[in-house]
């Protein structure tokens, strides 16, 4: 349990201030977990002089962004990060608290019974000067950061965050993030699990069923990856990722990328162009699209094919060393139309073989 109080707040300022002033090019994030804090601590004693916090509306704040112009929305698990610049539009939500924008060149999944605490912050970070509105879980992690740009209707983006506005806001309290069970291989399934886990694949008739069919077998993403067999999923290196992204890049081929964490899904559907590799970070540098991928953080990469009304649809997914989704690799296609064959041979080209040492 994390709880804030005025020391803290603070105390946690003026080491954020002292590291500005030595031009530091750490990011929030990662000084906050070297001062032993969730990110969202640091946020909110930020906020408290440099921005605020906002209420909870969470449907009125999505809505409300569709008034804004072009933003940049940033969204990252433990791995990676995306970065889209668009527009808010076509908002729904839906029962439980889940919705979903469909706007220009802003996809996102929400899920806000996930979503914890908001703020506003007009700080100087990494050198730059950023207005922005972030949203944090229960756990203090970033759900996703949203940034204006030159180009957003300041004007609009400020009136929203008066709109929403908390003049008294409790003080910030925080819990560790649930234990997870590590996922089981095959081996520690059941004969039984596994039959009802192919049985169900087998008769997917869209891939949005696939979410169903987990619930009803009771196993995990990971967990169902490992027993699924041949033909339905099989462990691939990590270089796969890569090379299948390069093969991509500069041809004006529809990617679509998903990147995931407990409050959103962030969607990058499109062509991608720049690739940028630093060190051990895989980077896509593209005027609208960013991505940045830590390789060090990918535990395993599957490729993954299930079947639809259309055809099979494949995939390349990646997962963390605790067994979570970090992101996963489609191509772009109607709702109703066919995979093409040239994803197909793209993926195909670009398998690497699992070291026979990382089999497990």
């Not at 940033?74 to 029962?95: M, T």
């Not at 700080?123 to 204006?148: E, F, H, T, W």
């Not at 390349?316 to 992101?327: M, Q, R, S």
Request: contains cysteine.
């Amino acid at each position: 349990m994390y709880e804030a109080n005025n020391e803290s707040r603070r105390e946690l300022r003026a080491r954020w201030d002292e590291a500005q002033a030595q031009e530091t090019r750490r990011r929030a994030r990662d000084f906050a977990r070297d001062l032993g804090v969730p990110e969202a601590a640091l946020a909110d004693a930020l906020a408290e002089e440099t921005g605020g916090v906002l209420r909870n509306d969470w449907e009125g704040l999505v809505k409300g962004l569709c008034k804004v112009g072009k933003v940049m929305a940033l969204a990252r698990n433990e791995a990676i990060v995306l970065e889209n610049s668009g527009e808010y539009d076509e908002v729904s939500f839906f029962h439980g608290g889940v919705g979903q924008v469909l706007g220009r060149g802003i996809d996102l999944r929400v899920y806000t019974r996930n979503w914890h605490r908001a703020v506003h912050l007009d700080v100087m970070s990494r050198g730059q000067a950023l207005k922005s509105i972030q949203i944090y879980d229960r756990a203090g992690q970033a759900i996703q950061k949203i940034y204006a740009k030159d180009y957003t209707d300041s004007d609009a983006f400020g009136e929203l965050i008066a709109s929403l506005s908390d003049p008294s806001p409790e003080d910030l309290r925080l819990e560790p993030e649930p234990v997870v069970a590590a996922p089981r291989t095959r081996e520690e399934l059941s004969k039984e699990e596994i039959e009802k886990l192919c049985n169900g694949w087998d008769a997917l008739q869209d891939t949005h069923d696939f979410f169903m069919l987990l619930r009803e077998v009771g196993l995990g993403r990971l967990e169902a990856l490992r027993a699924a067999g041949p033909g339905r999923a099989e462990r691939v290196a990590y270089g796969s990722f890569e090379r299948v992204l390069e093969s991509a890049a500069g041809t004006g081929f529809k990617i679509l990328m998903f990147v995931e964490n407990p409050g959103i899904h962030q969607i990058h559907g499109g062509p991608i162009e720049r690739i940028v590799r630093m060190d051990d970070w895989f980077n896509i540098m593209d005027p609208d699209f960013n991505l940045h991928l830590d390789t060090k953080l990918i535990s395993e990469v599957w490729c993954v094919r299930k079947p639809t009304r259309q055809g099979i649809v494949t995939s390349l997914e990646l997962y963390d060393g605790d067994g979570k989704t970090a992101g996963m690799l489609f191509s772009k296609k109607g709702r109703d139309e066919a995979e093409t064959e040239a994803w197909r041979e793209m993926v195909a080209s670009g398998l690497q073989e699992l070291p026979q040492e990382s089999m497990s």
